[in-house]
């Protein structure tokens, strides 16, 4: 796994990785609202606590872009690793299906630009799965620090009062995007919290 991290940046945390590309709609301090376009997910859910599922999370998808897939194709990494709280899981193929199984974390990583489900390899591992989401706005607050779950709480809780007072409404729950490896000096690491809106 440590050639995987290292793809994307370098041994002392400068972000080499592609990420998604989006347009700006508004800048407001360490708060913005992007605009992405159609974008695919490779993403699989764990359950348990956020630290302990991170690491499990991980690998897997990370197995998934160095080969682990029908065609044994390596699938370059991009910026950010997302994760979210989830009490549903179990994608299914459009429409999305969901079964509850518990409380647990989803993991995504973001397929790069132009990617689209018909042409990206299959999983071989039946935990991760693919997903593609139609343009979105995003409100997002950045912060340094460590991605820990006290800090998504507080910086949530401070991007949806802002969502508030500027008018838009939240339509997703809030989740943690990771720009850095973890071996990134904490007050150097890029970090966000992540609301869809309209």
């Not at 991290?5 to 590309?21: F, I, N, Q, T």
């Not at 992007?34 to 699989?44: D, I, L, M, P, S």
């Not at 390596?74 to 199984?101: D, G, R, Y």
Request: hydrophobic content about 40%; overall charge positive.
């Amino acid at each position: 796994m440590s050639g995987f991290l290292l793809a994307g940046c370098s041994v002392v945390g400068k972000r080499s990785a592609d990420e998604p590309s989006f347009t700006l709609q508004k800048k407001d301090g360490v708060f913005e609202v992007r605009h992405y376009g159609r974008t695919v997910y490779a993403e699989t859910v764990v359950d348990g606590a956020y630290a302990k599922t991170s690491g499990v999370a991980f690998s897997r998808l990370a197995g998934y872009i160095f080969g682990k897939n029908r065609a044994k194709q390596k699938i370059p990494m991009t910026a950010p690793v997302l994760q979210e709280p989830v009490s549903l899981k179990i994608p299914m193929t459009a429409p999305v299906l969901q079964e509850k199984k518990g409380d647990g974390w989803l993991m995504s990583f973001v397929m790069p630009d132009g990617s689209r489900l018909e042409t990206l390899p299959e999983p071989l591992d039946p935990a991760v799965k693919l997903r593609e989401a139609e343009g979105r706005s995003v409100a997002v607050i950045g912060y340094a620090g460590l991605h820990s779950e006290k800090n998504i709480r507080k910086y949530a809780g401070l991007l949806k009062e802002w969502i508030g007072k500027k008018g838009y409404r939240a339509i997703s729950e809030p989740r943690a995007a990771s720009y850095d490896p973890p071996w990134t000096i904490p007050f150097l690491r890029r970090n966000e919290v992540q609301i869809d809106v309209e």
